[in-house]
């Protein structure tokens, strides 16, 4: 380091703020840039990779999205009333799944998803029971958008058809 110049490290700890819960930040300031990058690397080994249980809630409602925009293709309806409703299904599946976890369970829904993937700060038991959580609501979700979604699609179809004409007669 040149005289005169001095490294300033701030840890400030965050557990309330999202998606920053529960992780150490540092800001460093140095004159030497080996040692700026020295401490930036020792700080991302520390922390644990918290969005990947979020990049798979994202990755399935996209999923999901295309298998709307496939039914709604093969039912000939609407792709925005299909698509709709699936996203729908699964925000509602999700939803009922988060309101039904016991009273016990304190953390939030990031936290949860932080306590997913890190168990040095939340501990193993917690780690497992927020990893199935996740799991069974993640399950959830594509199911309820599924539903909905080929519900929107086939009950269209069926109520445009008309009630009193047998499915063959067009």
Do not use: K
């Amino acid at each position: 380091m040149l005289p005169g110049f001095a490294a300033v490290m701030v840890r400030v700890r965050s557990s309330t703020s999202w998606p920053l819960s529960s992780v150490d930040y540092t800001a460093f300031w140095s004159a030497d840039p080996v040692a700026w990058r020295a401490a930036a690397v020792a700080d991302s080994r520390e922390q644990p990779v918290m969005l990947t249980p979020l990049l798979l809630f994202l990755l399935a409602l996209v999923l999901c999205g295309v298998f709307a925009h496939v039914l709604s293709d093969v039912a000939n309806q609407p792709r925005s009333r299909v698509v709709l409703s699936a996203v729908l299904g699964y925000l509602l599946a999700g939803t009922v799944i988060w309101s039904l976890t016991p009273v016990t369970w304190t953390l939030s829904f990031p936290q949860t998803l932080a306590a997913a993937v890190d168990a040095q700060a939340y501990g193993h038991p917690v780690e497992h029971y927020a990893e199935s959580l996740l799991v069974v609501m993640l399950v959830a979700c594509v199911c309820g958008s599924a539903v909905l979604g080929a519900l929107t699609a086939f009950g269209g179809r069926a109520m445009h058809r008309g009630a009193g004409r047998p499915v063959g007669l067009h």
